[in-house]
């Protein structure tokens, strides 16, 4: 039985480029986007995500993999709907089609912006406060300007991989076999970015802040690479992790967390 891969925002991107490699792999895949998939869902709103599981249960008892990897940059309360919410909500929905597969593994697409300087109070409020009270916080931070409104999407990734470490070690994941990690991509090639890398001070602003010494903007194909392996049944143990894929961001100081990242500010010294 070939396994069967449910990969969202599979119209483009990251997300495209993901789908064609499982399905050159020998997977199944179910394509999710907003229009033009093989299921055509929004992902911000419960009721399609619903109207999703029900399709896919359509045609199959269980799903072996899903990368859960829509998402937008846009600055607004937009990235906490699509990356924190839809992404959340999408993976909770589908669960118990995990739970039925033999070899369960999820894999999110994050972002090295998880690591930048954002706004604990909406990270704070999207874990443990309303969705409503997370958009109104995210609608302030948009009104008081572009850099304040990048917390939006900032926020968004760095809420989206604690939550992921929460849940990985629940009775719902390793209870159930189900590996759960996240890629954490730098600047990548993409339609997201394409406007961005247009423009030398575009691409000097995106470098200036998340700095990629190992060989500059990645190919999607370099993130779908790793969403594949951690999605794969040779992923065995992992689990509860962020791979950086960000051409040495990570180790950078000061916007990465440089080359030492057990001892200072951390508990692990005696
Ligand atoms: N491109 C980069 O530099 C970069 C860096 C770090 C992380 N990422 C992350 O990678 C992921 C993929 O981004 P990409 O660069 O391939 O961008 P992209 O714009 O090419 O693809 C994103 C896809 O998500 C879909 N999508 C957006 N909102 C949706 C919704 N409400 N419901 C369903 N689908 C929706 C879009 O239609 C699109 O097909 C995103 O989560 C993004 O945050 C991208």
Redesign the pocket.
């Known amino acids: 039985m070939p396994r069967t891969a449910l990969v ?2 599979a ?5 495209q480029t993901c789908a064609e490699l499982l399905q050159s792999q020998g997977y199944e895949v179910i394509g ?3 229009h033009g998939a093989d299921i055509d ?4 709103d419960p009721a399609s995500i619903k109207a999703m599981v029900d399709a896919v249960e359509q045609h199959h008892t269980s799903i072996d993999a899903l990368v859960a ?5 846009t600055s607004s309360p937009l990235d906490l709907e ?2 924190y919410y ?1 992404a959340i909500d999408s993976i909770t929905a589908l669960l118990p089609l995990l739970q039925r597969s033999a070899s369960p593994r999820v894999a999110i ?5 998880s690591l930048q300087r954002t706004d604990a109070e909406l990270v704070d409020t999207l874990l443990h406060g309303t969705r409503e009270e997370a958009l109104d916080y995210g609608a302030k931070l948009q009104q008081a300007g572009k850099a304040a409104g990048y917390g939006n999407y900032s926020a968004s990734k760095r809420a989206v991989v604690t939550w992921m470490r929460q849940v990985a070690i629940t009775e719902a994941f390793a209870g159930h076999g189900i590996a759960i990690n996240a890629v954490a ?4 090639k ?4 394409e406007q961005l890398l247009a423009t030398k001070e575009g691409a000097e602003m995106a470098f200036g802040a998340m700095p990629a010494p190992l060989n500059g903007a990645a190919e ?1 194909s370099a993130i779908a690479a790793v969403l594949a392996f951690l999605v794969s049944e040779a992923n065995a143990s992992m689990t509860g992790q962020v791979l950086y894929v960000d051409g040495g961001f990570d180790c950078s100081t000061p916007q990465g967390r440089g080359a030492d990242i057990w001892h200072d500010p951390k508990h692990l010294d005696a």
């Open positions: 969202t925002g119209g483009s991107g990251i997300g999710v986007d907003l869902a929004d992902l911000r990897n829509a998402g937008v940059s699509v990356n839809g697409t994050a972002s090295a912006a991509p730098g600047v990548v993409t339609p997201m970015t999607p």
